[in-house]
């Protein structure tokens, strides 16, 4: 069932286009991410699904309903759409109890259920300058939710977190949509906070989504060096020989660059057929895993390894995966 539909959606802010013709579906409980440089739109979208912010052209649809902007509502946003900035806001010296019983319409169990999603029941008691800014966070969002929503839009809502404060945040978000069956759509530049979550990421870029799709594919199959960028380290393939080791029909050896993760080659110490010969340049310890700096004849590629890795200047011949595995 379409829950959300957005339409053409334009938005300028003097001669800059924000937003360039933003269209997308989004279905009750699937879980979608956006990810995207600084600038490229995505909170701007956002404030506009919420009705916080007029769009210039386009059309977002609600339940089959149009979602009014602040020129046309006198008190702008959507009751049953809820949206966490990165920039919230709690009343300084309150007790959190008396934060979230304002306003508050669910029955004391469902309250109960609602700050136990949220990890916050714990801290009913405290007053709000004594909290961290995790614990803040969770009771500005679990405020949000007394109301019910059945949409929550999440402005990259782990940006300002220490890990173990991010870890219990996305623990939460995940309980969200499984325990209360609220649809979410949630913005981040971190791909640990979309690719394990997300059913569909989407990718802006200068106003526009230049890449949908599933998680997966996203990851391995960016359109370009922006969108392999924005999920980390990836290695740029223009030489013709490495091509070839790929596969690649002659036709497009000379007029296509690849983009393939280090997690696609592996490297051995003895040659096989079809492997291509390169010397260590550097080896960089990421904590369950190494990334292997290798010079092959013309180019550089970098290699991702769990097992001990060789020492520099050593001799490696490197190939791909078999069906990238």
Same mark, same amino acid.
């Given at each position: 069932?379409?829950?959300?539909?957005?339409?053409?959606?334009?938005?300028?802010?003097?001669?800059?286009?924000?937003?360039?013709?933003?269209?997308?579906?989004?279905?009750?409980?699937?879980?979608?991410?956006?990810?995207?440089?600084?600038?490229?739109?995505?909170?701007?979208?956002?404030?506009?699904?919420?009705?916080?912010?007029?769009?210039?052209?386009?059309?977002?649809?609600?339940?089959?309903?149009?979602?009014?902007?602040?020129?046309?509502?006198?008190?702008?946003?959507?009751?049953?759409?809820?949206?966490?900035?990165?920039?919230?806001?709690?009343? @300084?010296? !309150?007790?959190? =109890?008396?934060?979230? %019983? #304002?306003?508050?319409?669910?029955?004391?169990?469902?309250?109960?259920? *609602?700050?136990?999603?949220?990890?916050?029941?714990?801290?009913?008691?405290?007053?709000?300058?004594?909290?961290?800014?995790?614990?803040?966070?969770?009771?500005?969002?679990?405020?949000?939710?007394?109301?019910?929503?059945?949409?929550?839009?999440?402005?990259?809502?782990?940006?300002?977190?220490?890990?173990?404060?991010?870890?219990?945040?996305?623990?939460?978000?995940?309980?969200?949509?499984?325990?209360?069956?609220?649809?979410?759509?949630?913005?981040?530049?971190?791909?640990?906070?979309?690719?394990?979550?997300?059913?569909?990421?989407?990718?802006?870029?200068?106003?526009?989504?230049?890449?949908?799709?599933?998680?997966?594919?996203?990851?391995?199959?960016?359109? @370009?060096? !922006?969108?392999? =960028?924005?999920?980390? %380290? #990836?290695?740029?393939?223009?030489?013709?020989?490495?091509?070839?080791? *790929?596969?690649?029909?002659?036709?497009?050896?000379?007029?296509?660059?690849?983009?393939?993760?280090?997690?696609?080659?592996?490297?051995?110490?003895?040659?096989?057929?079809?492997?291509?010969?390169?010397?260590?340049?550097?080896?960089?310890?990421?904590?369950?895993?190494?990334?292997?700096?290798?010079?092959?004849?013309?180019?550089?590629?970098?290699?991702?390894?769990?097992?001990?890795?060789?020492?520099?200047?050593?001799?490696?011949?490197?190939?791909?995966?078999?069906?990238?595995?």
């Amino acid at each position: 069932m379409v829950l959300l539909k957005v339409s053409a959606i334009r938005k300028q802010e003097g001669h800059d286009d924000v937003l360039r013709n933003i269209s997308f579906t989004q279905q009750h409980l699937q879980k979608i991410a956006i990810a995207g440089a600084s600038g490229s739109g995505k909170s701007t979208l956002l404030k506009i699904i919420a009705g916080l912010i007029q769009a210039d052209a386009g059309e977002v649809l609600f339940e089959n309903k149009s979602v009014k902007g602040p020129y046309e509502k006198l008190i702008p946003g959507h009751p049953e759409i809820a949206y966490l900035s990165q920039h919230f806001e709690l009343r @300084n010296n !309150y007790r959190v =109890e008396d934060i979230l %019983t #304002y306003a508050n319409a669910l029955l004391p169990l469902q309250a109960a259920a *609602l700050y136990d999603v949220c990890r916050i029941g714990h801290l009913l008691k405290r007053r709000t300058d004594a909290l961290s800014g995790g614990e803040k966070q969770r009771i500005a969002l679990a405020r949000l939710l007394t109301a019910s929503p059945k949409l929550l839009l999440l402005d990259e809502p782990f940006s300002n977190l220490d890990l173990i404060h991010k870890n219990i945040l996305k623990s939460v978000i995940r309980d969200i949509s499984e325990a209360l069956h609220i649809t979410c759509t949630l913005v981040s530049h971190d791909p640990g906070d979309t690719l394990p979550w997300a059913d569909e990421v989407f990718i802006m870029k200068e106003g526009q989504i230049i890449q949908k799709g599933s998680p997966e594919a996203i990851y391995r199959f960016p359109v @370009n060096a !922006y969108a392999a =960028e924005l999920f980390g %380290t #990836y290695n740029i393939i223009r030489d013709a020989q490495i091509k070839s080791l *790929l596969g690649m029909p002659g036709s497009q050896i000379n007029n296509k660059e690849l983009f393939i993760r280090p997690e696609a080659f592996k490297m051995g110490s003895s040659n096989e057929a079809d492997a291509l010969k390169g010397k260590v340049n550097a080896v960089y310890f990421c904590g369950s895993y190494y990334e292997v700096e290798i010079l092959l004849s013309n180019s550089r590629i970098t290699v991702r390894t769990k097992k001990s890795p060789p020492a520099i200047a050593d001799t490696v011949y490197v190939s791909l995966r078999a069906g990238g595995d």
